[in-house]
C-alpha cells in the first residue's frame, strides 16, 4: 500500500476515529481551515480547496482501485474539502470587514451543522454524486454539499446582520 493516497484520503489518519469518521473529519477540517485563512485570507482558503479536491480525487482512486467499497468510513478529505467550501462564506466575510474569523463564532457553528445535514442526509444533487459509485463522486458529494451549507450560512448571516441588526 502507497502511503501518501492513504494519508491524504484519511486527512493525516483521522478518518480512522470512531465512532463517526466523518464528523471527525469535518471537525479537523475546523482548525486547518482556520489557519489557512489567518495565514493567507480567502485566498488562501480557495487554494486549500482546490488542492483538497484534487489530491483526494487522486488519493480515494488509488485508495478504492479494485475493491467493492467506493466511498470507505476512512476517507474523509471529501469532508475536509466540503467543510472548507462551507466555511468560506465567514473567510469571504472576515476579510472583507478585516474582522477576526473567530468572532464570527455562530457562523462556524452553522457552517458545522449545516454540512454535517446536508452530507449525511444527501438532498437531490448530493445524492446523485453519491450513487456515481466512483472517486469523484465520493468527492462530488461533500462538495455540493459544502455548497449548500456556504449558501445557508450566507443566508443565515445575512438574516442576522440584516433583518436582526436593528
Same mark, same amino acid.
Given at each position: 500500500?502507497?502511503? &501518501?493516497?492513504?494519508?491524504? %484520503?484519511?486527512?493525516?489518519?483521522?478518518?480512522?476515529?470512531?465512532?463517526?469518521?466523518?464528523?471527525?473529519? *469535518?471537525?479537523?477540517?475546523?482548525?486547518?481551515? $482556520? @489557519? @489557512?485563512?489567518?495565514? +493567507? +485570507? #480567502?485566498?488562501?482558503?480557495?487554494?486549500?480547496?482546490? @488542492? *483538497?479536491?484534487?489530491?483526494? $480525487?487522486?488519493?480515494?482512486?488509488?485508495?478504492?482501485? +479494485?475493491?467493492?467499497?467506493?466511498?470507505? *468510513?476512512?476517507?474523509?478529505?471529501?469532508?475536509?474539502?466540503?467543510?472548507?467550501? %462551507?466555511? &468560506?462564506? !465567514?473567510? &469571504?466575510?472576515?476579510?472583507?470587514?478585516?474582522?477576526?474569523?473567530?468572532?464570527?463564532?455562530?457562523?462556524? =457553528?452553522?457552517?458545522?451543522?449545516?454540512?454535517? !445535514?446536508?452530507?449525511?442526509?444527501?438532498?437531490?444533487? =448530493? +445524492?446523485? #454524486?453519491?450513487?456515481?459509485?466512483?472517486?469523484?463522486?465520493?468527492?462530488?458529494?461533500?462538495? /455540493?454539499?459544502?455548497?449548500?451549507?456556504?449558501?445557508?450560512?450566507?443566508?443565515?448571516?445575512?438574516? %442576522?446582520?440584516? /433583518?436582526?441588526?436593528?
Amino acid at each position: 500500500m502507497n502511503k &501518501l493516497p492513504h494519508i491524504i %484520503a484519511t486527512f493525516g489518519f483521522v478518518g480512522h476515529l470512531r465512532p463517526a469518521p466523518g464528523t471527525w473529519g *469535518s471537525l479537523a477540517a475546523l482548525p486547518v481551515g $482556520w @489557519l @489557512l485563512h489567518t495565514i +493567507g +485570507g #480567502a485566498g488562501l482558503l480557495i487554494v486549500g480547496i482546490v @488542492l *483538497s479536491f484534487a489530491s483526494g $480525487w487522486w488519493a480515494t482512486a488509488l485508495e478504492t482501485r +479494485g475493491k467493492e467499497d467506493h466511498d470507505p *468510513s476512512e476517507i474523509v478529505i471529501d469532508e475536509v474539502a466540503g467543510q472548507w467550501i %462551507a466555511i &468560506l462564506p !465567514l473567510s &469571504l466575510g472576515a476579510s472583507h470587514v478585516n474582522a477576526d474569523i473567530l468572532g464570527l463564532w455562530p457562523g462556524w =457553528i452553522c457552517a458545522f451543522v449545516l454540512f454535517r !445535514l446536508f452530507d449525511i442526509l444527501k438532498p437531490g444533487p =448530493i +445524492g446523485w #454524486a453519491d450513487r456515481r459509485g466512483d472517486a469523484l463522486g465520493v468527492m462530488l458529494d461533500d462538495v /455540493i454539499a459544502g455548497l449548500f451549507a456556504a449558501i445557508g450560512v450566507a443566508l443565515l448571516a445575512g438574516a %442576522a446582520h440584516g /433583518i436582526l441588526a436593528i
